[in-house]
């Protein structure tokens, strides 16, 4: 099978990295959200699950600035996780709602994290041990550059 790119002039101007970057970002959840759909469930629905179990006991507004979603758009995904049986809310003592995974939710989140394990173990089959080692380091350096925009670092389990 001949690649893709193989035709195309290879440029490393900034903007043709950042389409390269979204293109492989846009190839990976393509793959797995069509894995996903099989079992009920989409890619966003699937960061929102790794979101929440990664960070117990988050209020609504601190889990969507992690996802990256506007409040409103995270409290829409979230409504669908709660109607799916996947999460459930909290209320303790006066404190923010939060929430957690049920049962239910725990199970599809290790299916789902073991759906894209297989999808992008086989998009990055093409690349050695050392390549991959080195797109991380790249792409660490890229981030850890964020500073230049004034932005806030990401967390690590964005990473």
């Given at each position: 099978?001949?690649?893709?790119?193989?035709?195309?002039?290879?440029?490393?101007?900034?903007?043709?990295?950042?389409?390269?970057?979204?293109?492989?970002?846009?190839?990976?959840?393509?793959?797995?959200?069509?894995?996903?759909?099989?079992?009920?469930?989409?890619?966003?629905?699937?960061?929102?699950?790794?979101?929440?179990?990664?960070?117990?006991?988050?209020?609504?507004?601190?889990?969507?600035?992690?996802?990256?979603?506007?409040?409103?758009?995270?409290?829409?995904?979230?409504?669908?996780?709660?109607?799916?049986?996947?999460?459930?809310?909290?209320?303790?003592?006066?404190?923010?709602?939060?929430?957690?995974?049920?049962?239910?939710?725990?199970?599809?989140?290790?299916?789902?994290?073991?759906?894209?394990?297989?999808?992008?173990?086989?998009?990055?089959?093409?690349?050695?041990?050392?390549?991959?080692?080195?797109?991380?380091?790249?792409?660490h350096r890229v981030i850890e550059g964020q500073w230049r925009l004034h932005l806030e670092p990401l967390p690590e389990s964005a990473w």
């Open positions: 099978m001949q690649s893709l790119y193989q035709h195309v002039d290879v440029s490393t101007a900034p903007e043709d990295l950042d389409r390269l970057v979204r293109a492989v970002h846009h190839t990976c959840r393509r793959g797995i959200d069509e894995r996903l759909w099989r079992h009920g469930i989409s890619v966003v629905q699937w960061h929102a699950l790794r979101t929440i179990n990664d960070n117990p006991g988050l209020p609504l507004r601190r889990l969507a600035r992690l996802t990256g979603y506007s409040e409103q758009g995270f409290g829409t995904l979230v409504a669908r996780l709660l109607d799916g049986g996947y999460v459930v809310r909290r209320r303790e003592n006066g404190r923010a709602t939060t929430h957690e995974l049920t049962a239910v939710g725990r199970v599809m989140l290790a299916v789902a994290n073991e759906i894209a394990h297989r999808v992008l173990t086989l998009l990055f089959l093409p690349l050695s041990e050392g390549d991959r080692q080195s797109l991380q380091v790249l792409l």
